[in-house]
């Protein structure tokens, strides 16, 4: 009896405290916008809303959207068809090399092609007789092949691995009944890709509505705002509006959770499944050399665009002594490291970035490790509730999720002085990440055989002794790949440091962006080098760590 009480009363807690972390943030960016001196102001919310600023805003957004979403597709369809059907599908380093620019924090990404691309920059200097072409870089469309280059590699992941799920018999009993290569594109290939594209296509359209980096950096530049940066505007520069914030933030959140279920809903409908105990084979295509050079100049071309251009700047940036002097022999130096590794404000500066990833990723292990065992232990209308509480910040743009935290714990200041300190920083990266720790830990579960468990129980152990002595082992290494993560993601993190970070109080994203905005352009780069090398290291580790312990 007391152990079923003590099975109701653990979910139940947990559900009140994620709903106090998450629903009750979420709830005031919703209430600050219909609410207006106290009084409910329906009225005055639309006229907000449907302002002229507000109206351009939300159209930018969805353009954005939509071109990213097109140009993404061009460069991953044709890329993802040689991973997956030709011989530059046994090239495994290729798909670790496309990667990177995913790995790579799109500010940064964004800074390199800034310094790539602006007047007097790098481009100019290699190629003086272009003149000034290098500077029409400068606009909408190349705000857009920025943010392409970032998210192209996970629409390429996903349409390589629907390739490689096709099996080569459709197509070639097609070909058989004398269909040719375009009829099997159209009949067969691309209906049977549809739905995983689609799936697709709606995450990259949410991860470009809910993307700040890149709009902070090169859409103020070229005067294009959108979402995330007319909410950050209204949030931090005066005269502060969080009326307006809260508008926008809410008009953000209702687009992508339409967006969720229609991605839900085509999963469910559209779906095909190839994977069965029958054996089958992926379709090849033998290319001519003439097609062959083709394809490795497109795959060139990516490389260089998505990880050369920007990673070349940041690094040549960082090494030059005077930017006047640029590409000069003699202009190079170590300097700018060396004043890193001895500044106080960049020490601390990496130092509590280290501190805030540690905290927080460790906090949100734990409390995503317990809320999937409350999910496993409970039944009904609870565990559907937990499960999707806990999964929400995943469908949610953080730049909300930190709105929301901000107007709550702001109006609960004087109960509970959190707000403009570093533990709301860390509260707030465990809010946006929880949804990783809950994801790792439910798929470990789903491959542990039960008979295992109940062995435990049948030999007299306690349910503890059957967690601590045959659960955890289990599943520490899904824990360990959720924490690696969270460290990663929360190290370099922008919006909520931007937001969040008490006065005078700097982390590595931070850091780098101020340098960047004042002037000290190599000694920001210098940090983004730091920044690249500490979160590749750490995973680099952790695959070490997980190779040598792999049973």
């Given at each position: 009896m ?8 653990f ?7 994620l709903s106090?972390?998450i629903i009750?943030?979420?709830?005031s960016v919703?209430a600050?916008?219909?609410?207006s001196d106290?009084?409910l102001?329906?009225?005055q ?15 930018n957004?969805?353009a954005?959207g ?5 140009c993404s597709t061009?460069?991953?369809?044709p890329?993802a068809?040689?991973l997956a059907?030709?011989?530059m599908?046994?090239?495994s380093w290729l798909d ?5 620019p995913f790995?790579?924090?799109?500010y940064?990404a964004?800074?390199?092609w800034?310094l790539?691309?602006q007047?007097?920059g790098l481009?100019q200097q290699l190629?003086?007789?272009?003149g000034?072409w290098?500077?029409g870089?400068?606009c909408f469309p190349g ?21 490689l799920?096709?099996?080569a ?5 097609a ?9 099997r ?8 890709l549809s739905s995983n594209?689609?799936i697709?296509?709606?995450l990259?359209?949410?991860?470009t ?5 890149t709009p902070y ?6 005067g294009?705002?959108v ?5 950050h505007?209204y949030s ?8 307006r914030?809260a508008s ?5 959140v ?11 809903n085509?999963s469910s ?7 069965s ?8 295509t033998?290319?001519?050399?003439i097609?062959?050079?083709m394809?490795?100049l497109?795959?060139?071309?990516i490389?260089?665009?998505a ?6 700047s940041?690094?040549?940036?960082s090494?030059i002594?005077?930017?006047?002097y ?5 202009n190079f130096?170590?300097?700018h490291y060396q004043?890193?590794?001895?500044t ?6 990496i130092?509590?970035s280290?501190?805030l990833?540690?905290?927080s ?6 409390l995503?490790?317990a809320v999937v ?9 609870y ?5 999707g509480?806990s999964?929400l ?9 930190v709105i929301?935290?901000?107007?709550f714990?702001?109006a609960?200041?004087?109960l509970?002085?959190?707000y403009?300190?570093?533990g709301?920083?860390v509260?707030a ?9 809950v994801q790792?830990?439910s798929?470990a579960?789903t ?9 435990g ?7 503890r002794?059957v967690?601590?002595?045959i659960?955890l ?9 959720a924490?690696?993560m969270?460290?990663?993601i929360?190290f370099?993190e922008l919006?909520t ?9 700097l982390v590595v994203?931070?850091y780098?962006?101020?340098e ?9 780069m210098?940090?983004?080098v730091?920044?690249v090398l500490i979160t590749?290291?750490?995973l680099l ?7 040598k312990?792999?049973?």
């Amino acid at each position: 009896m007391k152990q079923l009480k003590r099975d109701k009363i653990f979910p139940l807690a947990l559900l009140l405290l994620l709903s106090g972390m998450i629903i009750c943030p979420l709830m005031s960016v919703f209430a600050r916008a219909v609410i207006s001196d106290g009084r409910l102001n329906l009225l005055q919310a639309w006229a907000v809303i449907a302002s002229t600023e507000n109206i351009k805003t939300i159209c930018n957004s969805l353009a954005l959207g939509f071109s990213v979403l097109l140009c993404s597709t061009v460069i991953a369809a044709p890329t993802a068809f040689l991973l997956a059907r030709t011989r530059m599908a046994q090239y495994s380093w290729l798909d670790i090399l496309f990667m990177i620019p995913f790995m790579t924090p799109p500010y940064i990404a964004s800074m390199g092609w800034i310094l790539f691309m602006q007047k007097r920059g790098l481009f100019q200097q290699l190629f003086p007789a272009t003149g000034s072409w290098s500077e029409g870089f400068f606009c909408f469309p190349g705000m857009v092949l920025v943010m392409s280059l970032h998210v192209f590699p996970f629409l390429t992941s996903l349409l390589k691995n629907a390739m490689l799920n096709i099996p080569a018999s459709l197509e070639e009993s097609a070909a058989v009944f004398g269909a040719g290569s375009s009829l099997r594109l159209r009949k067969i290939f691309a209906p049977l890709l549809s739905s995983n594209y689609a799936i697709a296509a709606l995450l990259v359209f949410v991860k470009t509505l809910s993307e700040y980096g890149t709009p902070y950096t090169l859409g103020r530049r070229i005067g294009f705002y959108v979402f995330t940066t007319d909410i950050h505007r209204y949030s931090t520069t005066a005269p502060i509006d969080f009326g307006r914030s809260a508008s926008l933030s809410s008009i953000l959140v209702c687009i992508c959770m339409a967006l969720w279920l229609l991605q839900n809903n085509i999963s469910s409908r559209r779906s095909y499944h190839f994977i069965s105990g029958k054996g089958s084979r992926p379709a090849h295509t033998e290319l001519s050399p003439i097609g062959q050079i083709m394809a490795w100049l497109w795959i060139g071309l990516i490389i260089l665009l998505a990880i050369g251009v920007p990673y070349f700047s940041i690094i040549t940036t960082s090494l030059i002594k005077l930017r006047g002097y640029g590409l000069a022999a003699g202009n190079f130096t170590l300097a700018h490291y060396q004043e890193l590794l001895t500044t106080p404000k960049a020490l601390s500066s990496i130092s509590l970035s280290f501190f805030l990833a540690a905290a927080s990723a460790s906090i949100c292990s734990i409390l995503g490790t317990a809320v999937v065992l409350a999910i496993r232990k409970t039944k009904g209308v609870y565990r559907k509730i937990l499960e999707g509480v806990s999964l929400l910040p995943e469908m949610l743009p953080s730049i909300v999720l930190v709105i929301g935290l901000m107007l709550f714990w702001n109006a609960l200041y004087k109960l509970f002085p959190l707000y403009n300190t570093t533990g709301i920083m860390v509260l707030a990266y465990v809010v946006l990440y929880l949804p990783y720790p809950v994801q790792y830990v439910s798929s470990a579960f789903t491959q542990i055989n039960q008979s295992l468990l109940e062995a435990g129980r049948s030999f007299g152990g306690s349910p503890r002794y059957v967690f601590r002595r045959i659960t955890l082992p289990m599943i520490s290494r899904s824990i360990f790949a959720a924490w690696m993560m969270i460290f990663i993601i929360s190290f370099r993190e922008l919006v909520t440091a931007s937001l969040l970070a008490p006065p005078n109080t700097l982390v590595v994203s931070t850091y780098i962006n101020r340098e960047f905005e004042q002037g000290s352009v190599s000694l920001g780069m210098a940090m983004a080098v730091l920044c690249v090398l500490i979160t590749t290291t750490a995973l680099l580790l952790f695959n070490h760590f997980l190779e040598k312990t792999k049973v």
